[in-house]
């Protein structure tokens, strides 16, 4: 895969605390959405990923290892989100059994629905007037080894 660095960030971890490395314009800090991250671990411990929102944890589950000397690519793990979901009405779901004589609700929820007729039952929703999650990464090692981490797409 061709990677060609949109934005980078480089640093050198505290043992064993987890480090957030989160991309944004440096005039108003407005989250930048990108597809893809590089992690270049250019130290000589294991630096461990997530790119979900979540705190990595040294060896944990559902972080990715980063070799020294490696470079790992990942995708983006949040939420997916375009532009139109900041203008799109708050709203419900059209829920997928209807109970006798309820109307349909139009529009896309801005949170979770849990009413008695379906939906989305707690999961939430990307869309209906929410905020651009941009991208985020988490990092953490055993020791302190530098890394850049870069977005693209």
């Not at 660095?5 to 480090?19: P, W």
């Not at 203008?87 to 997928?96: E, M, N």
């Not at 309820?102 to 629905?113: H, I, K, R």
Request: aromatic residues 10%.
């Amino acid at each position: 895969m061709s990677f060609s660095a949109q934005q980078s960030y480089s640093g050198t971890l505290v043992a064993s605390t987890a480090q957030t490395v989160t991309f944004g314009y440096s005039s108003n800090n407005t989250p930048i959405r990108y597809a893809y991250v590089a992690i270049c671990n250019t130290g000589t411990t294991v630096i461990y990923a997530r790119t979900d929102g979540t705190a990595a944890t040294v060896g944990g589950d559902f972080c990715t290892a980063v070799e020294p000397g490696a470079t790992v690519v990942m995708a983006n793990e949040l939420p997916l989100w375009t532009q139109a979901a900041t203008v799109i009405p708050a709203g419900y779901d059209q829920p997928s059994a209807l109970a006798a004589g309820q109307p349909g609700w139009p529009g896309t929820p801005a949170s979770p629905n849990t009413g008695a007729a379906g939906g989305w039952a707690g999961s939430g929703t990307p869309y209906g007037q929410s905020v651009n999650p941009g991208t985020s990464v988490s990092l953490i090692s055993s020791s302190t080894p530098t890394f850049t981490v870069s977005g693209t797409g």
